[in-house]
């Protein structure tokens, strides 16, 4: 016999429980030339967004996963933190810190801390939050520095104080779905457009996913209310494959979401300098996507939409579970 669920349980089910909205890797830098170019682009991001929050209602909060900076000098996050007051307006604003935030402004600059971002921001590299009935849990990028060197060291891995950190967080609030966010994705998500002419960054290349994601995976595994890890750093063309990819961790789904950025995406693409070092050149991924990502949290699935702010039509979307099919 077919089991046929109540209206009461069909209700709860289909009931809304979170929407928020993601933006991936916007790199605000107060160079004059970088800035002209960089406020034309994320003006129609925001132009197109606040037109949808009028229309489809404001988001519970919206969220930055690293690299909001390009570098981490003071005018950097004063442009960032000011630009995004104005966008954002009334909507919590929850930031996570990236590679770049460590970042020097040039050679005479010193490498940036943790500590400026969390003075600037007023939140831990590490830190959750509830909304409803569901707990996000925002992780750090690892500084990216070994002693006496400025080149970034090219591995990426999670300290034990930020896994103790993920798996104590998740054990708090197992009554919750659990939404992790993290500047840098797991192992083997999301993939280059084109490997043989290395369109993209992505979750193969060492410097672009967490080293110890085993490490990781064995924590989420051991929590099946961990449903949702996103993630950018790699900024992933359109038509990467597995930009939003679904594993099954101890029969449970989890679903990895990589953000494009709407800055720029491909790993050839984005600002570079002219021939003769005088100006700053924005070139162009085909498509030259402006791209967010609304989401939409419900007791079994989430419901994700990819925007393009540039055509202001939805590009994509995903539904995907949040509950094991025997659940």
């Known amino acids: 016999m077919n089991y046929i669920p109540s209206i009461e349980a069909a209700a709860f089910a289909s009931r809304e429980l979170l929407y928020f909205w993601v933006f991936g890797d916007l790199h605000y830098r107060a160079l004059n030339q970088w800035h002209a170019i960089h406020a034309q682009r994320l ?12 229309t489809e209602g404001l988001p519970a909060f919206c969220v930055l996963p690293g690299d909001i900076v390009d570098k981490g000098s003071p005018q950097n996050y004063r442009l960032a933190k000011q630009d995004l007051a104005a966008q954002l307006g009334s909507i919590p604003f929850y930031p996570g810190i990236g590679n770049h935030e460590y970042q020097p402004e040039n050679k005479e600059d010193v490498l940036h801390t943790a500590t400026e971002f969390s003075e600037v921001w007023g939140k831990p590299v590490r830190y959750t939050w509830t909304a409803g009935d569901v707990t996000c849990i925002m992780l750090d990028q690892p500084y990216p520095y070994r002693p006496g060197e400025r080149h970034e060291y090219p591995h990426v891995i999670f300290s034990q104080e930020s896994l103790t950190f993920l798996d104590t967080a998740l054990a708090a609030h197992h009554e919750h779905h659990a939404i992790i966010f993290a500047h840098c994705p797991l192992s083997n998500t999301v993939l280059d457009r084109d490997p043989e002419r290395n369109l993209d960054d992505d979750s193969c290349d060492p410097f672009f996913f967490v080293e110890n994601s085993d490490a990781v995976r064995t924590i989420l595994a051991r ?17 990467s494959p597995q930009l939003v990819f679904t594993e099954t961790l101890d029969n449970h789904p989890l679903t990895h979401i990589n953000l494009m950025s709407p800055w720029y995406t491909g790993r050839h693409h984005g600002i570079r300098r002219s021939a003769d070092h005088a100006t700053l050149e924005y070139h162009p991924d085909v498509p030259d996507m402006l791209a967010s990502f609304a989401i939409r949290i419900y007791q079994q699935q989430a419901l994700i939409r990819l925007r393009d702010h540039r055509t202001h039509q939805w590009a994509a979307q995903w539904v995907v579970p949040l509950s094991s099919p025997s659940a």
């Not at 003006?43 to 009028?54: A, G, I, K, N, T």
């Not at 449903?227 to 900024?235: A, E, F």
Request: charged share 15%; proline share 0%; hydrophobic share 40%.
């Open 223 to 239: 929590h099946a209310h961990a449903k949702l890890y996103i993630s950018g750093h790699t900024h992933s063309g359109w038509g």
């Open 43 to 54: 003006e129609l991001v925001f132009q197109d967004v606040r037109s949808l929050w009028r």
